[in-house]
């Protein structure tokens, strides 16, 4: 598919933000890859550094290791802390980074330290991964709802200013956190479930929840997300659709939750041995293919030729969490 220059000047002028990276959190990663967004025209990128299956101690470890990479290539990225920061790292080509975490068991029962990891760059917490924590209940669990810990924990991540994340969460305990919060949260990586009946997606009474907080849903890429065994473009774009005519243009952004190509087989390895945090009915045996951030342009051609609004793609591409993390962020 061609690209057009009005595509072109999009990507010009609008920092194009990638709510949520895949590739495993491990202090061994090959940050090299990072290459592969910033090759794509990507400024933004929030890098998981832990998820709940993992000790807490781990992503400490991953946590400083890949500050300690970054921070030794200046001329390529740079670690933000602001919108600021990304718009100045845009004008200088490099890719601006945050992180994220999956899950609360990374705070190991403790409020502070959220702001912790807050002083080291992450700048948003996801409630669950896939299963209960302390702090509220997975996905794929028999979900619990928002606990007392839950709660104190979203009022610290407000007063820092951290996005409230509730991707892999139990519908129970997302519809818990939307109504405690008096701040926007996000899906950084969700589908409609309309689309696509996984256990991992979300309903249109979760969307519409978040987008009344102020909120934005992040399209994630991968085919078990995505429906009908599909990474492509165009089904990226009907989930996109979808999200626009269900929470509205400025509530929808992009999470791609891209893994690079050498983890791939590990990853499916990884699920396939941990049945109680990826459940065997809906994690078959099969290969997880991912939409690679080279498709991000492709993207915006496709929702620009089906007669979405050019606000509307820029906004989807990354000004809808620019404007959100102006909001939020401290």
Sequence with gaps: MGISDQVQTIFADEVIWDAHSGFMPDPAANLDNLRIWRDAGV???????????????????????????????????????????????????????TFDIEGMNALNG??????????????????AYNRNNLAGGGCHD????????????IDEMNRLG???????????????????????????????KALCGHGRNITDEQIRACARTGGIV?????????GNNRIDSERMADHVEYLIDIAGPRHVGI????????????????IADNPQFWPKEEYPDGKTSYA???????????????????????????????????????
């Design 292 to 330: 690679e951030p080279r498709q991000m342009r492709e993207l915006a051609e496709v929702l620009l030729r089906r007669g979405q609004a050019e606000g509307t793609v820029r906004g989807v591409m990354g000004g809808n969490f620019m404007r959100l993390a102006g909001e939020i962020w401290k």
């Design 162 to 192: 951290l996005f409230v994340d509730v991707t892999h969460t139990g519908y129970r305990t997302t519809m818990d956190v939307m109504e405690y919060t008096d701040r926007p949260v996000v899906f950084s990586h969700s589908n409609p």
């Design 110 to 127: 403790r409020v502070e330290m959220v702001e912790f990891y807050h002083r080291l760059g992450v700048r948003q917490i996801l409630f």
């Design 142 to 153: 028999e979900d619990t709802g928002l606990t007392a810990f839950g709660r104190q924990v």
């Design 255 to 270: 999470g791609l939750d891209y893994a690079f190509p050498v983890e791939i087989d590990g990853i499916d390895t990884i």
């Design 218 to 226: 992040g399209v994630v890429g991968l085919n078990r997300f995505l």
């Design 43 to 97: 400024d933004y990128l929030s890098i998981d550094v832990g998820f709940d299956l993992l000790p807490w101690e781990k992503t400490v470890a991953t946590l400083a290791a890949f500050r300690h990479w970054i921070l030794a290539r200046p001329d390529d990225y740079a670690l933000v802390s602001s919108v600021a920061e990304i718009a100045a790292a845009k004008a200088a080509g490099k890719l601006a980074i």
